[in-house]
C-alpha cells in the first residue's frame, strides 16, 4: 500500500467498513451498491481486491474513499473508485487508483481494463491522466440510464515501463510505496 500523509492512510477494506463505504458510494454513483454486493466481493470473490483512503479523526477514523480490482488471469480489472464529494478535486481519487495500480502491478498483468460512462468526463480525465486510452464503447451499457460505456485499457504489452512510470509518480507526489499489503 502507498502510504500518503497524516491523518490519511491506505489499508485493504473490511466488512467492518462497509457501512461507511456505502455512504460514499452513495454520494457517487446513481446507482448505488449493496451490502451484500460488498459482503460478496469482501468474503466470497476471491478474485477482488478492495482498498479505502481513511483519515485520522481525534478518536476513530472516517473513510472517505474507496476502489476495488478483479484479478482475472492477466488482466486487472477495476471494478470501483469513489472519493466522498468533499474530498474531490484535491489529489485523493489519484492516490487511490495510483495505489490500486501498484497493487495490480504485483500481480505482472498483461491488461488493465474498466468501463466508465460516457458523460463521466472527470474520471475519464484521471484514467488519461494515468495513461489509460479509449478502446471500444458498449452500448447502453447502464442499465439504470441507458448510458453508453467507454471501454478503456492499459496494455503493458505496449507500455514495458508502465509500473516504474507509476513508481515515479507516486515519488513526484511524494507518497511512499512500500511492500506492506
Ligand atoms: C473520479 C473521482 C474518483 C476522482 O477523484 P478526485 O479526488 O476528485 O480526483 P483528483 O483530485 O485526485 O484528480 C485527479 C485527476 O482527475 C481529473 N479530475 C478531477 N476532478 C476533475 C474535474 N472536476 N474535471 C475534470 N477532471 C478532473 C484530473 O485529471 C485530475 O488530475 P489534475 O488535477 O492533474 O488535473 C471522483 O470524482 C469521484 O468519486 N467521482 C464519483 C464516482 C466516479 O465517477 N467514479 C468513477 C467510476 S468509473
Given at each position: 500500500m502507498l502510504s500518503v500523509p497524516h491523518p490519511y492512510s491506505l489499508r485493504s477494506m473490511t466488512v467492518a467498513d462497509i457501512p461507511a463505504v456505502l455512504t460514499v458510494d452513495k454520494l457517487s454513483f446513481p446507482s448505488p451498491a449493496t451490502e451484500q454486493l460488498f459482503r460478496n466481493e469482501l468474503?466470497?470473490?476471491?478474485?477482488a481486491h478492495y482498498q479505502v483512503l481513511v483519515r485520522a479523526a481525534k478518536t476513530d477514523e472516517e473513510i472517505i474513499g474507496f476502489a476495488g480490482f478483479w484479478n482475472i488471469a492477466d488482466e486487472i480489472h477495476v471494478s470501483t473508485i469513489a472519493v466522498h464529494p468533499d474530498e474531490r478535486g484535491r489529489g485523493r481519487g489519484e492516490w487511490l487508483l495510483l495505489n490500486l495500480l501498484l497493487e495490480a502491478c504485483r500481480m505482472s498483468p498483461l491488461l488493465v481494463t474498466l468501463e466508465v460512462r460516457h458523460g463521466n468526463t472527470t474520471a475519464q480525465a484521471l484514467y488519461r491522466k494515468y495513461r489509460f486510452e479509449e478502446v471500444g464503447l458498449r452500448r447502453r451499457y447502464y442499465r439504470d440510464t441507458g448510458e453508453d460505456a467507454i471501454l478503456m485499457t492499459v496494455d503493458f504489452a505496449a507500455a514495458p515501463d508502465y509500473c516504474d512510470w507509476l513508481r515515479g509518480r507516486a515519488e513526484q507526489l511524494r507518497i511512499q510505496a512500500s511492500d506492506a499489503v
Open positions: 468474503i466470497d470473490n476471491n478474485l
